[in-house]
């Protein structure tokens, strides 16, 4: 609701106007108006043109990019004090079609409510007397807007969620006891925090809420599921909603009551089961995480060590995701790069891939350590090609038998939402021609149709969709990898093969029988590589770095796609070039020290 107001005062509050002239701010105040905004409204949606430009006074807005999957992905935050719409209101003062008129400009993103928010709109012709009479404030606009375009959707303050409510669904659940464990290890990492439950929550005003939020890092709310009035504002106020259950119990269908908080309606929500030993689980994860509606699951182990210590980097954006790129035997890499990380302390919190890049991922995900990685690796891949069951095709040039045989006895019927690492691979979904993620099920189904290349191994088939490859589509996703968590990426990405195929080899080639005659079966005919090649040679060799923080591409010139059996001289590149991406200990003291800035690095032997 839209008041007409003297917001002269008001607009002094807003740390860009602090320094204009008081003449200029009433001359302002006669463009402006101030509105409430419950939470869960929109202020505009992608697509409205801009005419005027917003200062959030109190609450939380959130912006929102539609994704090509048709999934809105959250962007950032935008909090008491900050602009938005700036980027849309400068774009439209541009005389684009010459017709001596500034051009109205559409917004990019949807911004909602994230809780109950006041709002100060300034037309475009009162931000202009603005500018007019304090010219800094333009310097500053732009950059904030250079800030924003820079950071995109790598972490930064303004899109990690700070607010966190935990929700119990037992009464058998301490989340007192729970939440002070979780502040004991943010303590550890330098993060100021603050519990808040119902004796001392109940009855706030906004004013309260937002006063937490600045003088601290992470404001934990904690309350049970229930109806009643603190439970509703914990989710009301929440940035994200922790969902806290037992894995000896099943989730109660609905598990919460309907209500209309932001993060619920959003989906900003998370599962966190509970473990303790010798419990006997009672539903499968991905039960809970259905009857939540929840886009991420959390597996707690005991009560302190390395699950509270993984949450707590999660809840602080101190959270490090590796993604590891598609590219054959070159990815072999990827294992080096593994135990680089490990050897400096990096936890991995985040692991996925496309094609080769997801089963190293899935190895990492599984808990093995290094030795196991190995040794595994070698009896699958390396020990004999996998790749040998070759057939006159029909839909591939293999069976596949072999590859489902060792995909089944490594990674046997593990379940992708069980592993305590959350995971993905990427398909490539021939039926639609987009990506999938798979973040759940059978581990070795997903990995099976991540490394399907097409002509070589047969597609499959689920839910009517046919699915080969990650590589085709989308080889290093880290796209993914930004939407799944707000901490560091880590990027290794092999997919820059070696240049060409060996033209002797289609040279009056000999036929099928022919091959096999001189060759074998051991050996690859040349449509192996054909195939492979023609299947990735669209790829772009920088697709998805921008948004890596840490990029490692191991040096790997004579190794080619299909090069099985080298598989030292692979993970020894992974291995040195991760070493050289670590060397400043920078991510580590990301990871584990008071300093939060995000550390960017890239390793590139090309360049």
């Known amino acids: ?44 949606k992608a697509g409205d043109i801009s005419t005027s430009i917003y200062f959030v006074l109190s609450g939380s807005l959130g912006a929102f990019q539609k994704m090509g999957d048709g999934r809105s992905d959250f962007i950032g935050h935008i909090r008491a004090g900050e602009p938005v719409g700036e980027m849309a209101l400068f774009e439209g003062t541009i005389d684009a079609d010459g017709d001596g008129a500034p051009d109205n400009a559409p917004h990019t993103s949807s911004v909602y409510a994230l809780r109950d928010a006041e709002i100060l709109e300034i037309s475009r012709a009162g931000f202009d007397r603005l500018i007019k009479a304090e010219p800094e404030i333009l310097t500053a606009m732009v950059r904030l807007m250079l800030t ?17 409510a935990m929700v119990a669904t037992s009464p058998t659940i301490d989340l007192r006891l729970r939440a002070n464990s979780l502040k004991a290890s943010l303590d550890k990492l330098g993060v100021k925090s603050r519990i808040i439950d119902e004796v001392e929550g109940t009855d706030q005003t906004g004013g309260f809420f937002d006063k937490l ?42 598990l919460m009551p309907e209500d209309d908080s932001p993060a619920r309606s ?43 210590d993984r949450l707590a980097r999660v809840m602080a954006g101190r959270s490090v995701g590796l993604v590891l790129s598609g590219g054959g035997a070159r990815a072999y890499a990827h294992i080096g790069v593994v135990r680089a990380l490990r050897e400096a302390g990096i936890p991995i919190d985040f692991a996925g891939g496309s094609s080769m890049g997801a089963v190293v991922a899935a190895c990492v995900a599984m808990g093995w350590n290094d030795d196991e990685i190995d040794a595994r690796i070698r009896k699958a891949f390396v020990s004999s090609n996998p790749l040998s069951d070759y057939v006159l095709p029909v839909v591939g040039l293999v069976r596949g038998k072999r590859v489902n045989t060792r995909l089944r006895e490594h990674f046997g019927d593990a379940e992708i939402g069980d592993l305590d690492i959350p995971f993905f691979a990427v398909s490539t979904n021939l039926t639609d021609g987009t990506y999938r993620v798979h973040r759940r099920g059978l581990m070795r189904e997903a990995l099976r149709a991540t490394i399907s290349l097409p002509g070589i191994l047969p597609p499959v088939v689920y839910e009517g969709e046919v699915l080969v490859d990650g590589a085709v589509l989308n080889n290093f996703p880290t796209n993914v990898m930004r939407e799944l968590h707000r901490g560091v990426v880590v990027g290794s990405d092999v997919s820059r093969a070696p240049e060409g195929l060996k033209a002797e080899d289609f040279t009056n080639p000999p036929g099928f029988f022919g091959w096999v005659f001189k060759h074998g079966f051991s050996s690859a005919p040349p449509i ?25 591409v191991p040096e790997l010139r004579d190794i080619e796609l299909r090069d099985w059996e080298a598989y030292e001289d692979a993970v020894k590149a992974g291995y040195d070039a991760a070493q ?28």
């Open 1 to 44: 609701m839209a008041m007409s107001l003297n917001i002269t005062p008001t607009l002094k509050t807003i740390p860009f106007l602090e320094d204009v002239p008081k003449r200029a701010l009433r001359a302002a105040g006669r463009e402006a108006n101030w509105f409430s905004l419950p939470a869960g409204w929109e202020l505009f």
């Open 148 to 164: 924003r375009l820079r950071e995109g959707r790598k972490p930064n303050k303004r899109n990690a969620p700070k607010v966190f």
């Open 213 to 254: 939020e600045a003088d601290n890092d992470v404001v934990i709310l904690i309350s049970s599921i229930g109806d009643t009035s603190w439970y509703r504002l914990s989710v009301r106020q929440a940035d994200r909603i922790w969902v806290v259950g037992r894995a000896d119990a099943r989730p109660s269908i609905p």
């Open 266 to 308: 959003l989906k900003l929500i998370d599962v966190v089961l509970l473990h303790h030993s010798g419990e006997r689980q009672a539903a499968k994860p991905v039960e809970w995480k259905d009857a939540a509606g929840a886009a991420r699951l959390f597996h707690w182990e005991g009560m302190e060590g390395a699950s509270c």
């Open 528 to 552: 192996a590589g054909l195939l492979m090649r023609s299947a990735t040679i669209s790829v772009n060799p920088s697709a998805g770095r921008e948004l890596v923080d840490v990029l490692v």
């Open 580 to 607: 050289k991406a670590l060397a400043s200990g920078e991510l580590h003291k990301f990871c584990y020290g008071p300093k939060t800035e995000v550390p960017t690095v890239t390793v590139d032997p090309m360049e």
